[in-house]
């Protein structure tokens, strides 16, 4: 079973900061927020990842809480080409077995 | 010059067929997986090869065999195709190397409906 718990859908404007939260109390103080995201039809897609500090690439920003039981996916300035299912998922191992495990994700609406 | 590709996009067949799926990677990667997402949208692993070892299989049914002829490659075989096997199957890869900053490619999925 996946570990994180997401909203099923968000809606956002078109040019706005897209926030996307993600609940994750169980996890452990070796794992690390995954996240992906699924656009119509396409295979998922890497968005960017981190452990305990915030992160920032050309995609987005990843703000993980203090205590690491919950994160944020950040899309500054989202456009209509960001509608997608977006996954958050914590690394269950680690090694040669790892797999991930999707949740259901946030359904994200970016409205024109 | 795509990431990982999988062949073909689409497949449609008959109850009780047999069919394969192909998958190839020219990342260099040495691990491969084999992902299955139904019609709920629920994404879930099947299988993971690392350079060509069956490495994860999660209680799939017999009738679905993978086949690693080489690290760049991961083909899924489907034997006697059941209705509940139409779903779109998705091929990963990445790099195996154990460390715990892992990113997964995806292709472009395979759409296979079962009639």
């Known amino acids: 079973d996946a570990k994180t718990t997401q909203p099923p859908s968000m809606d956002c404007a078109e040019g706005r900061a897209a926030n996307l939260p993600c609940n994750h109390s169980t996890i452990s103080g070796n794992e690390y927020v995954y996240w992906y995201r699924q656009i119509h039809s396409q295979g998922p897609q890497y968005i960017i990842h981190?452990?305990?500090n915030n992160e920032t690439n050309e995609m987005a920003s990843l703000i993980i809480t203090e205590d690491r039981k919950s994160s944020t996916l950040i899309l500054p300035h989202a456009t209509l080409r960001d509608t997608a299912v977006y996954y958050c998922?914590?690394?269950?191992?680690?090694?040669?077995?790892?797999?991930?495990?999707f949740g259901k994700g946030t359904r994200l609406h970016i409205l024109p | 010059d795509t990431a990982v590709s999988q062949t073909p996009k689409y497949l449609v067949t008959q109850m009780g067929n047999d069919k394969s799926i192909k998958c190839e990677q020219n990342l260099g990667h040495d691990t491969m997986y084999w992902y299955k997402q139904d019609s709920k949208k629920f994404l879930k692993i099947m299988f993971s090869?690392?350079?060509?070892?069956?490495?994860i299989n999660e209680t799939v049914p017999n009738r679905f065999s993978p086949k690693s002829p080489d690290k760049a490659h991961l083909n899924l075989h489907i034997n006697s195709l059941e209705l509940g096997d139409s779903a779109v199957y998705f091929c990963?890869?990445?790099?195996?190397?154990?460390?715990?900053?892992?990113?997964?490619?995806f292709g472009p999925g395979t759409r296979l409906l079962v009639l």
């Open positions: 990963a890869s990445s790099s195996g190397q154990g460390s715990s900053v892992e990113t997964q490619y």
């Open positions: 981190g452990l305990k």
């Open positions: 998922i914590v690394r269950v191992e680690k090694g040669r077995d790892d797999k991930i495990i």
């Open positions: 090869y690392n350079n060509k070892e069956l490495i």
